[in-house]
């Protein structure tokens, strides 16, 4: 999550860590060796099933940054979530959908269906959906705070059912679950600075060098055509070689790599290795390690009339996390140790090994792709960004940011636009052809996908692979009254799109 308050910036860090691994604690050697290793048994457990939970930190996110800014009482934020969970909410059609896709999982897990599936039939569009558990335990860390998740009863109850359900975390994890608060990173790109999430997400550093390389031409008007979505795709390309060299600072020394991403001159380098008429086998972009296969996501801009801005992206990873839901709680476990990297002792040919700056260790925090970012242009607000879809997500928001602020397409124009999308391997260029729920067409051309095809990119067309939110801030266009707030603080026309890929919609007040 980061946070502008008028001229201050700050992350409050709020990622699944990893538990103690085992139960008590070894030597610390033998205990990161046996993190490292325990999924080699059954590589299914990484994402699926209660061992691939990490231990959950939104909720004392959330407290930290409420401790700091809020100004309604803490019991008062609850009072919607609590009725949308006793009283019910409506299945939308987005969410039928995955729960069709994950019906023999829902159906298997006895908590997951007893809120998803009443009855033993998953529940349809329009249908309404209630969890009674959740609903008792959002009222009570509403009176007791977050104590009753992390070291009281809330916390006891979800540990014993991780227990049975074959996880590992235990109510002494949640105990002793620390918040990290930290200035947020700065980048200058393009003439505007992005505050965002240092390591370990790879979001800040990674569109920072994206947008660096495309902005060292002589001119940015390619980027109106499609010589610029083959330059976008080949800068993609070289930033995921190299993004996967990060990790969690506090368990490696990222500060070299992070300079380097960031660095017009790093950038300069990349640049000169882009051909306008060709693209290029994996191995030219000089990857040392496979990507990471992150999943999943969600994704909120907030601003105030104060011109306060929040980017907040959380996540349980995939569809419905680690497929099991704790019975007395009503809360779905993440499974956010998927997001890890493990050693392989039988790696295939063809692949690159796994990334040892990613492997798992006590207390450790996941390599991500979350890029929420605040944007400033002169030391006013110009923007929110950010987006949910795993390893899609920078790529996405390099785009729409591309989009609006350098093209010049209204916001809802440059998040509606179609996009594409590279994992580096395999070696294919997925360009996106959906229809949305509200029946809007988002389809790439045929001659943006001829232009690539005659430079040897190889075409894939995929489902929405990204899901993107957007405010931006007319700072041409003032706004008379405004609220309080601090002093040589802009206030211009505020405009929110909500990406219709998920038939989001934006609201006000």
Not at 32 to 49: E, L, S
Not at 167 to 173: P, R, W
Not at 202 to 227: D, H, I, P, R
Request: aromatic fraction near 8%.
């Amino acid at each position: 999550m980061l946070i502008l308050r008028t001229k201050l910036a700050m992350l409050i860090s709020f990622c699944n860590s990893v538990t103690h691994c085992m139960d008590g604690w070894l030597a610390e050697t033998m205990c990161i060796v046996c993190c490292q290793t325990m999924y080699a048994a059954d590589p299914t457990t990484k994402f699926k099933g209660a061992l691939a939970m990490g231990v959950p930190g939104e909720l004392a996110g959330l407290h930290a940054a409420w401790a700091r800014y809020g100004r309604l009482p803490w019991k008062s934020l609850f009072a919607p979530a609590i009725a949308l969970a006793r009283d019910g909410y409506t299945i939308v059609s987005y969410v039928a959908n995955a729960l069709k896709d994950e019906e023999v999982d829902v159906l298997a897990d006895p908590g997951l269906r007893a809120v998803f599936a009443p009855g033993g039939r998953l529940l349809r569009d329009g249908e309404l959906c209630r969890n009674p558990a959740l609903a008792d335990v959002l009222e009570a860390v509403a009176e007791e705070g977050v104590a009753a998740f992390y070291g009281g009863a809330v916390g006891e109850r979800l540990a014993e059912d991780v227990r049975r359900a074959g996880g590992i975390v235990t109510a002494e994890d949640l105990k002793g679950y620390r918040v990290g608060v930290s200035k947020a990173m700065e980048a200058d790109a393009m003439g505007f600075t992005f505050l965002g999430m240092p390591p370990p997400s790879s979001g800040t550093v990674g569109l920072a060098l994206v947008l660096n390389v495309l902005g060292g031409y002589k001119s940015t008007e390619f980027l109106k055509g499609f010589l610029g979505v083959h330059r976008l795709i080949e800068a993609v390309k070289h930033m995921l070689a190299v993004r996967m060299d990060l990790g969690d600072p506090g368990f490696v020394n990222v500060a070299g790599n992070v300079s380097e991403m960031m660095s017009p001159e790093f950038a300069d380098k990349i640049r000169r290795r882009i051909a306008d008429n060709t693209t290029f086998p994996p191995a030219y972009y000089l990857a040392k390690w496979s990507q990471l296969r992150d999943n999943g996501t969600s994704h909120l801009c907030v601003v105030d009339g104060d011109r306060n801005a929040v980017a907040m992206t959380t996540t349980v990873n995939y569809y419905f996390g680690a497929h099991v839901l704790s019975p007395s709680t009503g809360i779905v476990l993440n499974n956010e140790m998927d997001d890890f990297s493990v050693p392989s002792s039988n790696p295939a040919p063809d692949q690159l090994p796994p990334a040892p700056a990613n492997f798992i260790a006590p207390g450790k925090r996941p390599l991500s792709s979350m890029t929420p970012a605040i944007i400033l242009r002169d030391g006013q607000l110009a923007g929110v960004v950010g987006a949910s879809g795993g390893t899609n997500i920078i790529t996405a928001v390099t785009q729409v940011f591309l989009n609006h602020f350098v093209v010049g397409m209204s916001p809802l124009a440059a998040v509606q636009s179609p996009r594409v999308y590279h994992k580096l391997v395999p070696n294919v260029v997925r360009y996106e052809d959906a229809t949305t729920a509200d029946g809007e067409v988002i389809e790439f051309s045929t001659e943006a996908m001829e232009f690539l095809r005659r430079r040897g990119h190889v075409l894939e067309s995929t489902s929405p692979g990204a899901v993107c939110q957007l405010i931006v801030q007319d700072l041409l266009a003032p706004v008379s009254g405004g609220g309080g707030g601090g002093e040589n603080v802009f206030r211009g026309m505020l405009t929110a799109v909500s990406d219709p890929r998920k038939d989001g919609s934006p609201a006000g007040l």
